[in-house]
């Protein structure tokens, strides 16, 4: 089926960025709905924003702006840039693929935001 790998979390002060990988071994990679979720303590998993086969991205609503979604075929990798982040962008961050039936998740990284 496939394995997703996230990397790139950390502690970052407020204002600053980050940006999140995710290798994937899914095949055929662009043939896959890229996303990224979150979830903070308490909180149920949130959806950030996804990427198309066809390569269009699409964001929630509160995450315009900020954080911007990407992904390198050659590479098999989506990307999760986030900038001017903020202390409630704390959260546990989930790459996930998806094609047909087939819905996968990676064990996710976390992001803390704190000064």
């Known amino acids: 089926q496939g394995q997703l790998v996230e990397s790139g979390g950390g502690l970052v002060q407020p204002g600053g960025s980050l940006r999140l990988s995710c290798a994937a071994s899914?095949?055929?990679?662009?043939?896959?709905?890229l996303g990224w979720y979150r979830q903070a303590p308490g909180k149920e998993r949130e959806w950030i924003a996804s990427?198309?086969?066809?390569?269009?991205?699409e964001y929630a609503g509160s995450m315009k702006g900020r954080f911007t979604i990407s992904r390198d075929i050659t590479k098999t990798t989506v990307y999760l840039q986030m900038n001017n982040l903020k202390s409630e962008d704390t959260a546990v961050y989930y790459c996930?693929?998806?094609?047909?039936?087939?819905?996968?998740w990676g064990q996710g990284t976390q992001v803390a935001v704190s000064s």
């Open positions: 899914a095949r055929p990679f662009s043939l896959y709905a």
């Open positions: 990427i198309r086969p066809s390569g269009h991205p």
């Open positions: 996930n693929a998806q094609r047909g039936e087939r819905n996968i």
